[in-house]
């Protein structure tokens, strides 16, 4: 160990005077704002992490969507031959309103083949009562009319058969063959699954958009699989989005207010170390005659600078370090019990983990060191700067 390491420590643990309960405040000060950071960008990572599985459990990873006229069948075929697609699921969504008795609900109608492995899985993962056949629908839309599997309802086409005086309504009385509940309001009280034959007999040439959902490997390359299946079918008339394309606002929105949250909360450690900035103040006047008497012996300047410093970087770097330990300790009690509850029908998830990513540690850390350094700096360079003859004049 260096001598200027040596003194520095022994400075530091000096219980001399006043300085002791500086010193502790000062550490507890970068300990506690760095245990605050951590926790705070953990739960927003978590909450990020939990939205994205919630909506991969839920959503197509990407969607390939038919503009204008094309053969949907071969469109398949050039997006089952993308390496990393794992399944597809053609579909035809349509616009109706489902009613019963006095009480109606707009939908989509989402016309598939039942016998599709990828919708069985999809859907049946969710389904929470009755059975995959005949009208399957949200639990959101069943708690607006009403109803429950193997009741019956009335779908309406609003543009259903064209006569000389316009459109009247086609209707149709269907039986609900099961409910799924995904936790996700754009599906729950919105999304109809119907068997494409009979969504095809009943909407005939009424307006309609189709397409294919595909789902891959690796979700989170979703981007990459993307840019294959583009170049695989190389037509303009056909968009291909991945559901990083379709929650990008959302996503951006999240990461900007981590970020905010971030620099507002590294002032937390900017207040701290103005504790250190007052300890060192304290301990030049305080070691004055030790100042003088190592230069005496040869110390340069650049010595006594570094002493100072030592002091500063030291308190930041245990108290940082033991913060970053704390904050893992406390994230696996909270990740264990639970502890962080939220309304589930809200953020689609009963409680929110606290997942800490190295990146904000790194950040976090190295972040806590330079204005530990900082707010050292000015006082070692005025203790550096003491006059030895004025020193030893006074004293």
């Known amino acids: 160990m260096s001598l200027t390491l040596r003194i520095a420590l022994r400075y530091l643990l000096s219980v001399k005077g006043s300085t002791l309960l500086i010193t502790f ?123 429950s599997a193997g009741d019956t309802a009335v779908l309406v086409f609003p543009m259903g058969i064209r006569t000389p005086t316009g459109f009247i309504p086609k209707t149709k009385e269907v039986t609900i063959g099961g409910v799924f509940s995904t936790g996700a309001y754009d599906r729950d009280f919105v999304i109809v699954y119907m068997k494409d034959r009979s969504a095809k007999r009943f909407f005939k040439r009424g307006f309609k958009f189709e397409g294919i959902e595909v789902y891959i490997d690796d979700p989170y390359l979703a981007q990459e699989v993307k840019k294959r299946i583009e170049k695989a079918i190389n037509n303009e008339l056909i968009l291909v989005r991945s559901w990083i394309d379709l929650n990008k606002p959302l996503f951006n929105a999240l990461q900007l207010e981590k970020l905010a949250l971030f620099l507002i909360l590294l002032l937390m450690v900017l207040v701290a170390s103005f504790n250190i ?67 589930e029908e809200v953020y689609m998830m009963s409680y929110i983990p606290v997942h800490l990513k190295p990146l904000d540690l790194t950040a976090t850390f190295l972040g806590t060191l330079l204005l530990s350094f900082v707010s050292s700096l000015i006082p070692a360079v005025r203790a550096s700067r003491e006059n030895i003859v004025n020193i030893l004049r006074n004293e």
């Open 277 to 343: 900035t007052s300890l060192l103040f304290v301990k030049s006047k305080e070691k004055i005659r030790d100042i003088a008497v190592l230069k005496t012996f040869g110390m340069k300047s650049g010595g006594v600078l570094k002493i100072f410093v030592s002091v500063g970087l030291t308190i930041g770097l245990v108290g940082a370090t033991l913060g970053v330990l704390t904050s893992f300790v406390l994230a696996y009690f909270i990740n264990e019990y639970r502890l962080i509850r939220v309304p």
């Open 25 to 147: 405040i000062s550490f507890f000060g970068v300990f506690l704002s760095v245990c605050a950071i951590l926790l705070t960008l953990g739960v927003f990572t978590g909450f990020q992490d939990s939205l994205k599985e919630k909506i991969l459990s839920t959503a197509p990873h990407i969607v390939v969507s038919v503009i204008g006229e094309a053969d949907l069948a071969s469109v398949r075929k050039k997006v089952e031959s993308v390496p990393g697609v794992k399944e597809t699921l053609p579909f035809t969504l349509y616009s109706a309103i489902l009613g019963k008795e006095e009480r109606l609900q707009p939908v989509t109608v989402k016309a598939v083949d039942f016998r599709e492995r990828a919708f069985r899985e999809l859907v049946g993962r969710h389904l929470v009562k009755g059975k995959l056949q005949s009208l399957v629908i949200g639990k959101g839309v069943a708690d607006v009319l009403g109803v």
